[in-house]
């Protein structure tokens, strides 16, 4: 012949030559290749789903406010817990007259985390519907209540740092409560600016702590069978059987109430359905061929699970990880309500919803409807990115296109 060795194989192909003797998987180089185009026939497929876009950008949003919601909510100070309970409960487009008096041995020290964390409150609000400068004294009428206002007299030295002159600029303000305020008199849109950081931290602290116990043991189970895939499954099983709410009460009044303890007590309870998918997918795609050229070729079982069989089952793992990401949204939120979640003062929007809950009876029921609004869209995005990455890695559905 021509000096050349071709031998055929039924799972792998050989070529030899007199510089070089190498064996080359095609299958693993079909792979990769069906790989690049899988995933640009995803994102082509995702881009013409009208709800998936609508849930990425309802996503992206709520994540800019997320990361910078200290520098877009109108109240600064940390957790947004400026509180004026003469303002309590005031509807949405409330504006209030305020006199700020600057609180004694308080230092506004720059600080370069103000961005993620907030600033400290270094001055005190008085609600006044009116003021009069006398000389050196600043006569106000305190607002009290809608009836009620009392006269107080402030030196105008003791109130201002600059000149007298400045009082009017400096020290006497107004502020508009776009959303309203809640009990405590605390202004409600900075404060759902600023639950969104805990929503989503939640749902992606939970999602991250599920699909990493979901992957592992599914994929361990689903490649050895056997004892493993028997003690795997009546772990998942005896885990199933426990309600949800139940068995976060139980994580959580085991590791106490907090911020990060709600965190790690959500993830823990859905990790059994991403277990479960993964589980099933392994199985089915471990008899592929080129699953046997890897083992043919001497590849270790963690090299074939990690670089040949989870990459291929990426797709239903993001569509799982969406649906657990809106779950882990709301059990916070239920978790919150009930006084279990995250405590105050930190924003939570299911404690947003517990502490304003009442007025729905009464005169002003969007103080509790606001956040439940905001709950509703986020988990509505995630849905609907769930329903598009749904159907963009259907496989069938793909090659038809």
């Not at 520098?71 to 509807?91: F, G, M, R, W, Y």
């Not at 772990?235 to 139980?250: E, G, R």
């Amino acid at each position: 012949m021509d000096g050349r060795c071709f031998t055929a194989q039924p799972i792998s192909v050989l070529f030899y030559s007199h510089t070089f003797f190498a064996p080359v998987s095609i299958f693993a180089i079909y792979g990769m290749q069906q790989s690049v185009s899988f995933t640009q026939q995803t994102w082509k497929r995702l881009k013409k789903n009208k709800g998936a876009l609508l849930g990425l950008v309802i996503i992206f949003i709520a994540l800019i406010l997320a990361i910078f919601c200290y520098l877009l909510a109108p109240d600064h100070s940390p957790n947004a817990d400026l509180q004026t309970v003469e303002i309590q409960a005031k509807k949405p487009g409330y504006t209030q007259q305020f006199l700020k008096i600057p609180e004694p041995g308080n230092t506004n020290d720059a600080n370069m985390w103000q961005w993620w964390s907030g600033s400290p409150v270094q001055y005190k609000l008085i609600p006044i519907t009116g003021y009069r400068i006398q000389k050196d004294s600043l006569l106000v009428h305190k607002y009290i209540d809608e009836d009620t206002t009392v006269v107080q007299y402030y030196s105008v030295a003791a109130i201002t740092s600059g000149h007298p002159d400045q009082l009017e600029q400096e020290n006497i303000i107004t502020k508009k409560y776009w959303l309203g305020t809640d009990k405590f008199g605390r202004d409600i849109l900075s404060r759902l600016i600023i639950g969104t950081r805990v929503s989503l931290a939640v749902g992606c602290i939970a999602v991250l702590i599920s699909l990493t116990l979901g992957i592992i043991l599914g994929a361990l189970a689903g490649y050895y069978k056997g004892w493993v895939d028997e003690v795997v499954m009546w772990l998942v099983n005896v885990t199933w059987s426990i309600p949800t709410l139940l068995l976060v009460f139980a994580i959580t009044l085991a590791m106490g109430k907090g911020f990060w303890q709600i965190f790690i007590a959500v993830g823990l309870t859905m990790w059994v359905s991403v277990a479960r998918l993964v589980r099933g997918q392994v199985i089915a795609v471990k008899e592929l061929e080129f699953v046997q050229a890897a083992r043919a070729l001497g590849f270790g079982s963690f090299r074939i699970i990690m670089k040949h069989i989870l990459p291929n089952i990426l797709g239903p793992v993001l569509v799982i990880a969406a649906s657990n990401f809106a779950t882990a949204i709301i059990v916070e939120a239920g978790l919150s309500f009930l006084g279990i979640g995250v405590q105050p003062p930190q924003p939570s929007w299911g404690l947003m919803i517990k502490e304003n809950y009442n007025f729905i009876i009464t005169h002003n029921p969007m103080l509790a409807l606001i956040p439940g609004f905001a709950i509703m869209i986020l988990v509505l995005a995630f849905n609907l990115l769930g329903n598009g990455l749904r159907d963009a890695v259907d496989v069938k559905a793909t090659a038809s296109s």
